[in-house]
């Protein structure tokens, strides 16, 4: 009976319903206060999110350039290398130096050899080195062009001199030739001469008879001649040769006699009798006789005189 009355109780009911909207209202502020929070913590990671990409971004966009940056510069290091290998050959081959230049290619194939991803000091470095190269390149350009130049200047000189040096040589040629004529003509110019030839047959009597004569007339035979006068020649000592030369062309000779053998055109001949003088250009008389030994046969001979390799002169005599 108590609890009915009490459930029926109009302000008891509306005490308990306004606790109950008190309990909502408060669990309504719980949950708008949570949704709240939610809905910041969502957007600031939602910023995050997009300052996060936007940075990612903004990182590979940089590394690309950055990468692009060191390709670039590494391609022109790597011209730079085969322009360096062509001028340290061009300059070598003029005669130039090249160390400065070998200098610089060893530095670069160590650039080329690192194989490293580069920053951007690595690159800006990179890049003042590049500049620098091709300063150097622009400079030996002129200096190929001034050893080219030299080189010409020296080619021009060498090929005048060559020139010179072979009018020179022809002029020399002409001069030895020239000379070499005129010691021919003072050679042969001083060569001497028998002249006034006279032959003659001695008998066992000592009688003196004048070619032609008979064979039995001549136990000996003697020869008279005169050298000639001759002011090219040296005065100097001789060795006068005379030969005695049958018809059949057979040298009358006898080494136990006196005779020997002289070199004539190259050839060594034998010499019928010889004599030792001083030429002293006095047209000086010279005698010979030669005793032969056996009878002369009839026919006709020759007599030759010869000195230093050259014929003086000859006289041919018969005997009958």
Known sequence: ???????????????HREQSIRENKKSNRKTAIIVTILAIIIIVQGIKIYLDHQESVATENQLASTEQELAVTMQRLTDISRELDEKIAEIEKLGGDVTELEKAKADIQDELNRQQRANRSTIRNLKDKVGGYEVLLKAKDEEIEKLKNVNSELLTENTSLKTEKNQLFDSLSEVTKSKEALISKVELASQLKAENILIYAINSRGKEREAPFKSRHADKIKVIFNIAENEVAPIE?????????????????????????????????????NKEILFDNTRQQLTFEYEKGSEWEEGL????????????????????
């Open 1 to 15: 009976m108590t609890e009915n009355t009490s459930n029926n109780d109009p302000i008891k009911k509306e005490q």
């Open 237 to 273: 000592g001789k060795d006068i040769m005379v030969r005695i030369v049958d018809g059949n062309g057979q040298v009358i000779f006898d080494v136990a006699k006196g005779s020997g053998t002289f070199m004539y055109e190259g050839k060594e001949e034998f010499y019928t009798s």
């Open 301 to 320: 001979y020759n007599l030759e005189v010869y000195t230093e390799g050259y014929k003086m002169g000859s006289k041919q005599f018969e005997v009958k």
